[in-house]
T-cell receptor, first 115, second 110 residues
Framework: AQTVTQSQPEMSVQEAETVTLSCTYD???????LFWYKQPPSRQMILVIR??????QNATENRFSVNFQKAAKSFSLKISDSQLGDAAMYFC????????????FGTGTRLTIIP | DSGVTQTPKHLITATGQRVTLRCSPR?????VYWYQQSLDQGLQFLIH???????AKGNILERFSAQQFPDLHSELNLSSLELGDSALYFC?????????FGSGTRLTVV
């Protein structure tokens, strides 16, 4: 079984600045997948970014990038040039068997953007 | 439209009652997952079905049950409802293209 921990219940950042959200995980498997999901006030779950554990290169999607530290079991999300629309709950998640197994979620970080 | 359809979007019911939540997965996906999200909490995994068969169970109460039908849609049945069952219930489906979430059913037990 895997566990996912997000130690920052709330974060805030000035608009246009950069913020990093932390996530650590624990798993006994050597192959797994990590995700960041965004949940805006609409409550829809939106995939932000995905990382395969076997890939050493950190995933990037426009203003969103991750810092994947496999040995430390750390998977942080960096949001550059923060925008008002980035305000949301952010959840880190993990699965061993992509597409065939449940996602295990952390407890989330609420991100506030200060205009 | 994410491709996963959940109905109804909102449901208000009294304690002790029984409700059924419905989920239609994205076309081509064989797996369906149910999650419960209480107010300002994370998503708690309830149950996973794959092509009609139960694959995994999470912290699902005995008062709750689910099934996946031959057309791959799934239903989550919640009975003897309590105030604490008030939550957002998400369905997600998955396949080779990854995971897709529905927009959820907001259940309020009064």
């Amino acid at each position: 079984a895997q566990t996912v921990t997000q130690s920052q219940p709330e974060m805030s950042v000035q608009e246009a600045e950069t913020v990093t959200l932390s996530c650590t995980y624990d798993t006994s498997e050597s192959d797994y997948y990590l995700f960041w999901y965004k949940q805006p006030p609409s409550r829809q779950m939106i995939l932000v970014i995905r990382q395969e554990a076997y890939k050493q290169q950190n995933a990037t999607e426009n203003r969103f990038s991750v810092n994947f530290q496999k040995a430390a079991k750390s998977f942080s999300l960096k949001i550059s040039d923060s925008q008002l629309g980035d305000a949301a709950m952010y959840f880190c998640a993990c699965t061993h068997n992509f597409g065939n197994e449940k996602l295990t979620f952390g407890t989330g970080t609420r991100l506030t953007i200060i205009p | 439209d994410s491709g996963v359809t959940q109905t109804p979007k909102h449901l208000i019911t009294a304690t002790g009652q029984r409700v059924t939540l419905r989920c239609s997965p994205r076309s081509g996906d064989l797996s369906v997952y149910w999650y419960q999200q209480s107010l300002d909490q994370g998503l708690q995994f309830l149950i996973h079905y794959y092509n009609g068969e139960e694959r995994a169970k999470g912290n699902i109460l005995e008062r709750f049950s689910a099934q996946q039908f031959p057309d791959l849609h799934s239903e989550l049945n919640l009975s003897s409802l309590e105030l604490g069952d008030s939550a957002l219930y998400f369905c997600a489906s998955s396949g080779l293209r990854g995971y897709t979430f529905g927009s959820g059913t907001r259940l309020t037990v009064v």
